[in-house]
C-alpha cells in the first residue's frame, strides 16, 4: 500500500522536488489533504502555507477530496467560443453535477474539451455531452 511517506522517499528533500511529490500524491490519494501537506512541509523544510501555494497553482493537484465523478471543462478562449460555457451550463443544470472550470490543455483545435475522471473528450457538443455522461452515471 503506498503512503505518504513512501511517495516522499522517491524524491530527494530539495524545494525543486515539491511539485512533482505534490503531483505523485495528488494522483495517488486524490487529492493532498492537510495531513499529507503537513508531512510534505517537514519534508521539505518549508512552510505548509508554500505546500499550498503551490499546489493550489497547479490544476492538476487537487487540495480537496474530489467526487466520484470529476468533471472539468477548459474555459479558455478557444473552447469558450465554441461553446464550453453551454456545456458546464447544461452538465450544472441537466445532471446536476458541478463541473469545474479548468485553463487552457493546448488542445485548442480540438475543443471544447472536456475531463471526466482523468479521460479527456474533445469537440463536445451537447448531443455528445448526454453520451459521454451516460457512460458514468
Not at 474533445?122 to 448526454?130: A, G
Request: with cysteine.
Amino acid at each position: 500500500m503506498q503512503t505518504i511517506q513512501k511517495i516522499l522517499l522517491e524524491f530527494e528533500p530539495k524545494v525543486e522536488n515539491l511539485l512533482p511529490a505534490l503531483k505523485k500524491t495528488s494522483a495517488t490519494f486524490g487529492y493532498v489533504s492537510e495531513e499529507d501537506a503537513q508531512k510534505i512541509a517537514g519534508y521539505f523544510s518549508i512552510p505548509q502555507s508554500k505546500v499550498f501555494e503551490t499546489a493550489s497553482f497547479y490544476d492538476l493537484v487537487k487540495t480537496k477530496k474530489q467526487p466520484q465523478i470529476l468533471i472539468q471543462v477548459c474555459s479558455s478562449a478557444n473552447c469558450a467560443v465554441n461553446n464550453s460555457f453551454e456545456i458546464i451550463r447544461e452538465i450544472e443544470n441537466s445532471f446536476k453535477i458541478k463541473a469545474e472550470e479548468i485553463s487552457c490543455l493546448g488542445k485548442c483545435g480540438e475543443g471544447p474539451i472536456m475531463i471526466v475522471n482523468g479521460k479527456i473528450y474533445e469537440k463536445v457538443n451537447l448531443s455528445k455531452l448526454r453520451d459521454i455522461l451516460e457512460e458514468y452515471l
